[in-house]
């Protein structure tokens, strides 16, 4: 379905609602907002220019799983929605999350018709049938959106959009964002899992355990580990405070090597999870349990409260 028609009327309320001073004339110490929605554009526009040059529907979907599309469409959706209180952003995180949708969902299913190859013939029918299905709706989805049309009028949108954007002072943007990823962080540290269900569960615990990772690259490295702040979780304190008159907002490098140590070692499990299920293999009690220790360990350390903390101290120093 087409969406030139409703991105049209948002950006003329945009114009009206939010002014049309922009940036110019703004130094900030790292991107502003438009630098970093423009960086991304560039390159998801020569992407789509690529995958447009395809002859074929099928070498298209090809030529975006084989492509960095996905990480890029990922920055992006996390930028929309950094900025959702800036502009009329909504629309643009729901397409591109979209697009993004289809090309992981193609992929998961093509990895999991592979896990089944040697299974029994009703379980490989089974998952070629998701597959085709899957493939199905990504191929309609993509001649029918505004993503690959003569002219990328979809990027097009987004970037006079953008221009029509009365965007916050460095020192507000900044407050603005740390804010936005400290909020988000307390709501995924409410969250309850079904450990009993890979996708459900265990998928999604080890996608929230790297929310942070995501935002923080679309917010170009605002947050940067720092040794000097100490690690509250073996209770050593910072032997100096750290410099907060910097744009950039300084958190415990030992809050950050957690989240990341825990999401590798999640990663790891979901894979052979999914293996396992798609298989029709049952799953070894022992890594349900350990997907369940490690979600308990980071209640447990309050790695997120000390994260929401250390951020929202950020926010307040300026």
């Known amino acids: 379905m087409s969406l030139s028609n409703t991105y049209k009327p948002l950006i003329i309320l945009a114009f009206f609602c939010f002014g049309s001073s922009g940036v110019y004339g703004m130094e900030y110490p790292i991107h502003s907002p438009v630098d970093r929605f423009e960086s ?18 099928s070498a298209r979907i090809d030529y975006l799983s084989s492509s960095g599309i996905r990480d890029l469409l990922t920055e992006l959706e996390n930028l929309f929605w950094l900025y959702a209180k800036q502009g009329p952003f909504k629309p643009y995180y729901k397409v591109t999350k979209r697009l993004e949708d289809h090309i992981s ?8 018709y592979a896990y089944v190859s040697h299974a029994d013939p009703a379980t490989e029918r089974k998952y070629w049938n998701k597959l085709k299905k899957e493939r199905a709706a990504y191929e309609d989805y993509l001649r029918d959106s505004d993503w690959l049309k003569p002219g990328l009028p979809l990027i097009a949108q987004i970037r006079e959009t953008l221009q029509y954007i009365d965007w916050h002072s460095p020192k507000k943007d900044r407050q603005l964002l740390l804010k936005r990823v400290a909020h988000k962080i307390d709501k995924i540290r409410a969250k309850q899992y079904n450990f009993n269900l890979v996708e459900e569960g265990w998928h999604e615990l080890r996608r929230n355990v790297r929310r942070f990772e995501y935002l923080n690259n679309a917010m170009d490295d605002l947050v940067m580990p720092s040794s000097e702040m100490g690690c509250p979780l073996t209770g050593t304190t910072a ?65 997120y409260t000390h994260l929401i903390q250390q951020l929202r101290d950020c926010a307040d120093s300026h």
Do not use: W
């Not at 998801?44 to 995958?51: A, G, H, K, N, S």
């Open 105 to 112: 969902h193609s992929e998961d299913y093509a990895r999991f």
């Open 40 to 57: 991304r554009l560039t390159e998801l526009e020569q992407y789509l220019t690529e995958t447009a040059e395809k002859e074929s529907i």
């Open 239 to 303: 032997t100096d405070h750290p410099d907060n008159s910097t744009y950039t907002c300084p958190v415990s490098a030992c809050l950050l090597n957690k989240l990341t140590t825990i999401s590798n070692e999640l990663g790891d499990l979901k894979s052979a999870g999914a293996r396992l299920q798609a298989s029709g293999n049952e799953i070894p009690k022992q890594m349900t349990n350990r997907v369940s220790a490690l979600h308990a360990e980071l209640m447990d350390s309050k790695v």
